[in-house]
């Protein structure tokens, strides 16, 4: 029993490992596309020109970290349902105020779930840059306290809506409660934060749907005010936007 257990904690480990240098890959192909590594010619070998082509354009955008979180969702990929990595994207900014690059980082979340099987889920986190992945959770339960705070979030996510007159502008919009702290003083401090995940969709018939995009589907404003206010709630470490379509994610987390 212990033997098989380890087998499974060093194939996981190596399978989320190899994952996350295929992220890096793929955001900072035009800086690395001529290394000579077996990855990357593996990942040449599913592109076609239009997605070289996107990648090399990144290179006009600030710089995109990609890393792979400590959890795996529900996703839909081919004809089964998927429990795969989701991924994290995050920007390097000179200044707060400095445009996310929304477009981009939608069509990227498309590219890496094509090149990488493992991921079915990509979404942006607001504020600082984070460049290693965590490999811890918080213990989570469904206590009061918990409850609150995925319900504090969901309030906050409805209330900016309306006020922006956004109620009607996707279909749906679940909000996700993460067990996971970032920006922990130190490796180690032991994880006891929780992230939010806010999930807008647009869809007709709920079988297919795509993510919405802001400046596209919601306005910023709408979307920068959500995180905002969420990212003050007690407990809460980050807040993270969903940019995947259905497939190959689910609508909702699970």
């Given at each position: 029993?212990k033997?098989?257990?380890?087998?499974?904690?060093?194939?996981?480990?190596?399978?989320?490992?190899?994952?996350?240098?295929?992220?890096?890959?793929?955001?900072n192909?035009?800086?690395?596309?001529?290394?000579?590594?077996?990855?990357?010619?593996?990942?040449?070998?599913?592109?076609?020109?239009?997605t070289?082509?996107?990648?090399m354009?990144?290179?006009?955008?600030?710089?995109i970290?990609?890393?792979?979180?400590?959890?795996?969702?529900?996703?839909?990929?081919?004809d089964?349902?998927?429990?795969?990595?989701?991924?994290?994207?995050?920007?390097?900014?000179?200044?707060?105020?400095?445009?996310v690059?929304?477009?981009?980082?939608?069509?990227?979340?498309?590219?890496?779930?094509?090149?990488?099987?493992?991921?079915?889920?990509?979404?942006?986190?607001?504020?600082?840059k984070?460049?290693?992945?965590?490999?811890?959770?918080?213990?989570?339960?469904?206590?009061?306290?918990?409850?609150?705070?995925?319900?504090?979030?969901?309030?906050?996510?409805?209330?900016?809506?309306q006020?922006?007159?956004?109620?009607?502008?996707?279909?749906?919009?679940?909000?996700?409660?993460?067990?996971?702290?970032?920006?922990?003083?130190?490796?180690?401090?032991?994880?006891?934060?929780?992230?939010?995940?806010?999930?807008?969709?647009?869809?007709?018939?709920f079988?297919?749907?795509?993510?919405?995009?802001?400046?596209k589907?919601?306005?910023?404003?709408?979307?920068?005010?959500?995180?905002?206010?969420?990212?003050?709630?007690?407990?809460?470490?980050?807040?993270?936007?969903?940019?995947t379509?259905?497939?190959?994610?689910?609508?909702?987390?699970?």
């Open positions: 029993g033997q098989w257990y380890q087998r499974r904690v060093r194939g996981y480990m190596e399978n989320y490992i190899e994952c996350n240098n295929k992220l890096n890959l793929i955001c192909y035009h800086r690395l596309k001529e290394t000579q590594s077996q990855l990357l010619n593996s990942l040449e070998g599913q592109m076609n020109d239009t070289r082509e996107f990648l354009s990144l290179k006009n955008h600030p710089k970290y990609a890393v792979l979180l400590p959890v795996r969702s529900v996703g839909v990929q081919g089964q349902r998927s429990y795969s990595f989701a991924a994290a994207l995050t920007i390097e900014r000179e200044e707060a105020s400095q445009a690059p929304w477009e981009a980082l939608s069509y990227l979340t498309k590219v890496i779930t094509m090149l990488c099987p493992d991921v079915n889920r990509c979404c942006y986190m607001f504020g600082e984070i460049e290693t992945p965590l490999k811890d959770v918080t213990p989570t339960y469904l206590t009061p306290r918990n409850l609150n705070r995925l319900r504090e979030a969901d309030a906050v996510v409805n209330a900016t809506l006020k922006h007159g956004e109620i009607g502008s996707v279909a749906q919009m679940p909000v996700v409660l993460l067990p996971l702290h970032f920006d922990r003083p130190s490796r180690y401090d032991p994880s006891t934060q929780h992230a939010v995940v806010i999930r807008p969709i647009t869809t007709r018939d079988m297919t749907g795509a993510a919405a995009v802001p400046g589907h919601l306005t910023t404003d709408c979307v920068m005010e959500m995180a905002k206010v969420i990212g003050e709630i007690a407990g809460i470490s980050r807040v993270l936007y969903d940019l379509d259905k497939p190959p994610g689910t609508i909702e987390w699970e």
